[in-house]
């Protein structure tokens, strides 16, 4: 019993010591967010939990005449592409839209505040520098959470591409 309460005392100073800098804040009566400045830091967010981007929108490209094997190999390349710079860093977010036809493909969201940067990233792929593709670049502010996406998506993926 004698060393019970030094050992108590020691366990609650412990359990109340975190390394992650955190604030409640109250949003309304109903609800209050941790906010978390370590994370926010690595992230790259502003007060605002937000990010500057850059967001290419995909587009058919004026030369789509190759034939059915040679566009299934400028597919994997530019998936390929897309593997290698996400895996860097470059590339947060990537993804076709879902419409059959129509000249608009897919979007990018590029780490980058950066239009310049985010051309030179835009012309490692094969499928632009073939003309199958073109890019429409513009910056682009939106949360800085995005930058998980890369890490969560890969532990949801069964299958990768």
């Known amino acids: 019993m004698k060393f019970f309460l030094p050992a108590f005392t020691m366990l609650v100073f412990l359990s109340s010591c ?8 109250s949003v309304s009566e109903e609800t209050s967010v941790v906010y978390d400045s370590l994370l926010a830091q690595s992230l790259g967010a502003d007060q ?3 990010k500057k981007y850059v967001m290419a929108f995909l ?5 789509r005449s190759q034939s059915e094997e040679e566009a299934n190999r400028l597919q ?3 998936l390929d592409n897309i593997t290698r710079l996400a895996n860097e860093g470059n590339l947060v977010l990537a993804g076709p839209f879902m419409q059959e036809g129509g000249d608009l493909r897919g979007i990018y969201i590029f780490n980058t505040d950066s239009l310049e940067v985010a051309k030179e990233w835009t012309n490692s792929d094969p499928a632009i ?3 199958r593709l073109i890019m429409e ?25």
């Open 18 to 25: 975190d390394t992650k800098p955190k604030e409640t804040i």
């Open 129 to 131: 520098l073939e003309g």
């Open 48 to 50: 605002y939990g937000m």
């Open 137 to 161: 670049l513009h910056p682009w502010y939106g949360s800085a959470a995005l930058m998980k996406v890369n890490e969560l998506h890969g532990q949801i993926a069964k299958i990768n591409i």
């Open 59 to 63: 587009k058919s490209g004026p030369n």
């Open 76 to 78: 994997k390349a530019h």
